[in-house]
Nanobody, 122 residues
Framework: QVQLVESGGGLVQAGGSLRLSCAAS????????MGWFRQAPGKEREFVAA????????YYADSVKGRFTISKDNAKNTVYLQMNSLKLEDTALYYC???????????????WGQGTQVTVSS
């Protein structure tokens, strides 16, 4: 079992930056791929980014490529999502997720966090 706790959400102006963190506990964190999803009001949850356990393989949604960066610190059992050049449409509840491999996270994670709210204002 893996427990995931997100933090770092908040209110930011368009064009600004935020860094989300997800602290993992439970089974060996470093062996798990990690990722981020988001869900905007009235919309389905969508994939944002994923990283293999080593960090050597990453996937990004087209909508965030070049603006968001996922990274892992296995020593701290933490995964990060650096979000730059934020847009109004990035407003959503952001969820941390984990799975056996990065592609597994993309297609259907095994574990989910509770979410952290990101609101981008004009």
């Amino acid at each position: 079992q893996v427990q995931l706790v997100e933090s770092g959400g908040g209110l930011v102006q368009a064009g600004g930056s935020l860094r989300l963190s997800c602290a993992a506990s439970g089974r060996t964190f470093s062996r798990y791929a990690m990722g981020w999803f988001r869900q905007a009001p009235g919309k389905e949850r969508e994939f944002v980014a994923a990283s293999s356990w080593s960090g050597g393989t990453t996937y990004y949604a087209d909508s965030v490529k070049g603006r968001f960066t996922i990274s892992k610190d296995n020593a701290k059992n933490t995964v990060y999502l650096q979000m730059n050049s934020l847009k109004l449409e990035d407003t959503a509840l952001y969820y941390c997720a984990s799975g056996a491999r990065a592609i597994s996270v993309v297609n259907g994670p095994d574990y989910w966090g509770q979410g952290t709210q990101v609101t981008v204002s004009s």
